[in-house]
């Protein structure tokens, strides 16, 4: 936002109504540097022009723009304020309901550019058309279906747009980079960076205020006491099928583990150059000396291994022919890949325990209750069996394989039944001991009833 104030002093410069005290030459170079980029101008005059009539008619014609009287707009990001004293400038310009400062931000439903990637779990933006934006083709993303609208950041993005009141547009980066390139040491060419300095989207920015309401909000819900729940049958009998549900889990993944069909892991980079395994990924290629330690041996050896992926169809090839290590990212406790990947193509795959690389993040993301809520929503959504499971495979392999029976298994199954089935028929014979005459329901709600009285 550029500001020009202008004070006339008749007093001191004695000249006729017609003519302006400063000349067009000294008044054409500052309109120039105080509006170096705009296009277009907000003019705000006082009720009074008087003696301001030749300076206004002097801005008139030099200032080569479109200008707005009296009004304000976001595409003009010139204001111009005429008049014969400060007072007489401030005091009109707080009537106009459009320049008046607001405790709520509310953008009037202006369109932000935004740029952002397929970034699995923060985003899964994937489809793209093309569009004119200011005279320039670019690719946008699109949302053609509801699973577009996964993803941690895009949750919180769409919650932002309605409370901020502000539409948006979510463009690529631009040139086949993430970031951007720097070329000598100088000048970034494509990806984020250039579009940030050419204006094209803008950045983002958060004042204190809401930084320190946040900061109280969540010292509040911090203090919240926990809401005590009874423990009620119904509660007793979900804890014991989730205690089987879990137990017939370990016990298939112990079998599975046991197989003949069992191979060697790879847990380590050295592990990994052994096996002559290649690695990739689409879009720019990454900056190996900011992502390995290129001073170790091993992990100086990975840049050779890189394969530039044009497509999906090239990446799905790959891991067909096999000897291919798929890139990704661990959230939390949970596998993300970075380009996509099928379900039906990830059942061999295995998670290496060792990671490869060191990631710089530009941003902080809190796991504040809002944010941890989306994560397993999105988790939940999007994550596949293969990919909850992966983690859990990580063993000390010795250079044999032992093989687990199934009769173990059995007996071991066997005995919880007979153990599950005696508790559950002593805890009913002591209900029926203590209801004596009556049911055995009526008893439960009796002794649920007197709980709510005394809390």
Not at 9 to 14: F, L, V
Not at 82 to 102: A, C, F, Q
Not at 131 to 138: K, Y
Request: include cysteine.
């Amino acid at each position: 936002m550029f500001v020009l104030s202008v004070k006339c002093g008749r007093r001191d410069i004695p000249l006729p109504e017609d003519k302006s005290w400063i000349s067009d030459e000294n008044f054409r170079t500052i309109v120039r540097s105080t509006f170096p980029s705009s296009v277009c101008c907000n003019v705000f005059l006082s009720d009074s022009m008087g003696d301001s009539k030749a300076l206004f008619s002097q801005f008139r014609s030099i200032y080569p723009y479109e200008y707005l009287l009296k009004r304000s707009t976001y595409e003009c990001d010139g204001y111009f304020l005429l008049g014969s004293s400060d007072n007489e400038i401030v005091e009109p310009v707080e009537k106009y309901e459009e320049t008046r400062h607001e405790n709520n931000i509310n953008f009037r439903g202006r369109e932000l550019q935004v740029c952002s990637i397929y970034r699995p779990p923060m985003t899964y933006l994937n489809h793209t058309i093309v569009e004119t934006i200011d005279g320039e083709q670019a690719e946008v993303f699109v949302m053609d279906n509801a699973t577009d609208w996964n993803g941690i950041e895009t949750r919180l993005f769409l919650i932002m747009a309605e409370k901020l009141n502000f539409t948006w547009t979510i463009r690529k980066p631009e040139g086949g980079y993430t970031y951007g390139r720097r070329v000598n040491e100088t000048l970034w060419k494509g990806g984020m960076i250039q579009m940030l300095r050419e204006k094209k989207v803008y950045p983002g920015f958060r004042n204190f205020p809401i930084t320190l309401i946040d900061l109280i909000g969540c010292l509040l819900s911090s203090s919240v006491p926990k809401i005590r729940v009874t423990n009620k049958l119904q509660t007793l009998l979900w804890q014991t099928a989730g205690w089987l549900i879990i137990a017939a889990y370990y016990s298939s993944l112990a079998a599975r583990l046991s197989s003949s069909d069992y191979e060697r892991r790879i847990d380590t980079v050295e592990q990994f150059l052994a096996a002559n395994l290649s690695w990739g990924n689409m879009g720019q290629v990454p900056p190996f000396r900011d992502y390995f330690d290129l001073t170790n041996p091993y992990a100086s050896q990975l840049p050779n291994k890189y394969c530039y992926i044009k497509n999906s169809a090239q990446l799905r090839r790959l891991i067909m022919d096999g000897n291919y290590a798929i890139l990704g990212k661990i959230v939390g406790v949970r596998f993300f890949l970075d380009d996509y990947v099928s379900n039906d193509d990830l059942k061999n795959y295995r998670l290496m325990k060792q990671s490869v690389g060191n990631f710089y993040i530009m941003l902080c993301l809190k796991e504040t209750g809002i944010t941890i809520w989306h994560l397993r929503d999105v988790i939940r959504s999007r994550a596949s069996y293969n990919l909850h499971e992966v983690l859990v495979e990580h063993d000390g392999y010795d250079g044999s394989v032992q093989v687990l029976g199934l009769t173990p298994l059995g007996a071991g199954f066997s005995l919880l039944l007979v153990g599950t089935s005696i508790a559950t028929l002593v805890f009913y014979l002591e209900l029926k001991r203590a209801a004596g005459s009556s049911s055995v329901r009526q008893f439960l709600r009796e002794i649920d009833g007197k709980r709510g009285e005394n809390e």
